[in-house]
């Protein structure tokens, strides 16, 4: 750390890192790129024809640099993680599979290490709400708030979508039982990644047929793609009832938007509104 910083810039410094989103460390030491920035660029053709590509990435790059080799080291490592989320899916199935409670399936997600997300998060976000109600809410990711409190949906959006259930007469601790796709915050709640969702999933799956819902509503794009596994966008998808195969059983899926994305486009709320109607008449549908 530089002496000459006292502890009230420090302070402010680490203030303003929290105010522009940068609230996880990912690195064990600080990269100093500005003095990193000042060492003469390596010309291009000595980055081109260096044989060994571990090498290269051994000495953090500068900005500049890091631009031009990054699509090739991130080749690289894809080719490497796809086998490591393999086993990782192949592990979430096998415990997953294992549990025949939802408490069960909590005590082994709680286990399982298989998701770099775990590694930056404070704590586990598996579920919140009525493990018996007809009802199954499915979000995306836990946020800044969630990955505090290990429950989803208690932010913002959480608050949001709790006042839209009041208005449909619904009720968060009785009616519903709310989770996500993924169970740990993803670091300055980006979206969650294929690999990520894939080693969740079995998670979510297993979670699906202990609860039983008579309905699931995905909540926002990432939900619906990774529960009807489509590259189609919620635009497209919401408002209208699939039917989502799991082990034999089948269950009735609405997607609809985030309330993420009604903070962003207020006038969504009308489109929202309309698929809680239908929510609820299907769930009276059920009922009788
Ligand atoms: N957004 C989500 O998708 N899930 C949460 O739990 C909170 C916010």
Redesign the pocket.
């Known amino acids: 750390m530089n002496k000459a910083m006292d502890h009230k810039q420090l302070a402010t410094i680490l203030q303003w890192y929290d105010m522009s989103g940068v609230d996880v460390i990912v690195a064990d030491q600080p990269t100093d790129w500005f003095e990193i920035s000042k060492r003469p660029p390596v010309p291009a053709s000595i980055v081109r024809q260096t044989p060994n590509k571990t090498s290269r990435t051994a000495t953090p790059a500068p900005p500049a640099r890091a631009a031009k080799i990054a699509p090739k080291i991130a080749r690289a490592d894809h080719s490497l993680a796809a086998p490591k989320t393999e086993l990782a899916v192949l592990e979430a199935s096998k415990l997953s599979a294992k549990a025949n409670t939802v408490e069960e399936l909590r005590a082994a997600l709680e286990q399982f290490d298989g998701c770099s997300l775990k590694n930056m998060a404070k704590n586990t ?1 598996f579920a919140d709400g009525n493990p018996r109600s007809s009802l199954m809410l499915i ?5 800044r ?2 990955d505090l409190a290990g429950l ?4 913002r ?2 608050q949001l979508l709790d006042k839209m259930l009041q208005a449909a007469k619904l009720d968060r601790s009785t009616d519903v039982w ?1 989770t ?1 796709t993924v169970f740990w915050r993803p670091p300055g709640n980006r979206t969650p990644t294929q690999a990520e969702t894939d080693i969740c999933r079995p998670f979510l799956e297993r979670q699906i047929e202990l609860i039983k819902p008579q309905v699931i509503v995905a ?2 794009g990432t ?1 619906a793609k990774t529960l009807l596994r489509t590259k189609s966008g919620i635009m497209r998808l919401r408002g209208k009832w699939v039917e989502l195969e799991l082990n034999g059983q089948t269950y009735q899926l609405l997607p609809t938007l ?3 994305h009604l903070f962003r486009t207020p006038a969504a709320k009308k489109l929202a509104w309309q698929d809680l109607l239908m929510i609820k008449e299907k769930l009276r549908e059920k009922q009788n």
């Open positions: 976000c979000g995306e990711a836990p946020g708030d969630e989803p949906f208690v932010g959006d959480g709310l996500n909540l926002g939900s985030h309330p993420s």
